[in-house]
Antibody
């Protein structure tokens, strides 16, 4: 049973870089798409981007200029870096796996980690 | 980006009710649609893919339908465990986008 767990600082200062890691247990990164999604305090879900196990990425244009998603296969984890954060980046951040080795929905989610951006 | 619009945003229902949530895409997405259920304090749970294919373990009282721009999720006989927020998501194009959610309340 694959499980995902997000980790990282819960508080980030305005204009700095938000860094989160998603640890994958019970399975490998191979042959799957791995995404980051966030949920604003108001409740809406927003897809940030994915990384494929090969290392290819696809980012939401709304974040492309300040977003980097990377893989560390040796640690079976993938990471998100979002630079120049503002209060608007305050959210619950989830990592998730693409369903059925495709990016056709997300069938495994982490429990989420709350990030607050404040000066 | 493809805009997904759900209706209603929230509504009240009773145990045993038949409820239908609708989702409309701003352009045709064929059947590239997923539905999720989210309970308070929990991560979203994938219920349906390809607009109408139930995930393993999802009760048969749930059903999805639609193609093109108009979709629906129906719960045939609402149970206490079904009170939650439901989201649709298109995977026809990037960026992936979600509806704003429909909260089903008692």
């Amino acid at each position: 049973q694959v499980q995902l767990r997000e980790s990282g600082p819960g508080l980030v200062k305005t204009s700095e870089t938000l860094s989160l890691t998603c640890n994958v247990s019970g399975g490998s990164l191979s042959s799957h798409y791995w995404s980051w999604i966030r949920q604003s305090p108001g409740g809406g879900l927003e897809w940030l981007g994915y990384i494929y196990y090969s290392g290819s990425t696809n980012y939401n244009p709304s974040f492309e200029s300040r977003l980097t998603i990377s893989l560390d296969t040796s640690k079976n984890q993938f990471s998100l870096k979002l630079s120049s954060v503002t209060a608007a980046d305050t959210a619950l951040y989830y990592c998730a796996r693409g369903f059925s080795r495709l990016d056709y929905g997300m069938d495994v989610w982490g429990q989420g980690t709350t990030v607050t951006v404040s000066s | 980006a493809i805009r997904m619009t759900q209706s209603p945003s929230s509504f009240s229902a009773s145990i045993g009710d038949r409820v239908t949530i609708t989702c409309r895409a701003s352009q045709g997405i064929s059947s590239y649609l997923a539905w999720y259920q989210q309970k308070p304090g929990k991560s979203p749970k994938l219920l349906v893919t390809a607009a109408s294919t139930l995930q393993s373990g999802v009760p048969s009282r749930f059903s999805g339908s639609g193609s093109g721009t108009d979709f629906s999720l129906t719960i045939s006989c609402l149970q206490s465990d079904d009170f939650a927020t439901y989201y649709c998501q298109q995977y026809y194009d990037y960026p992936r986008t979600f509806g704003q959610g429909t909260r089903v309340e008692i």
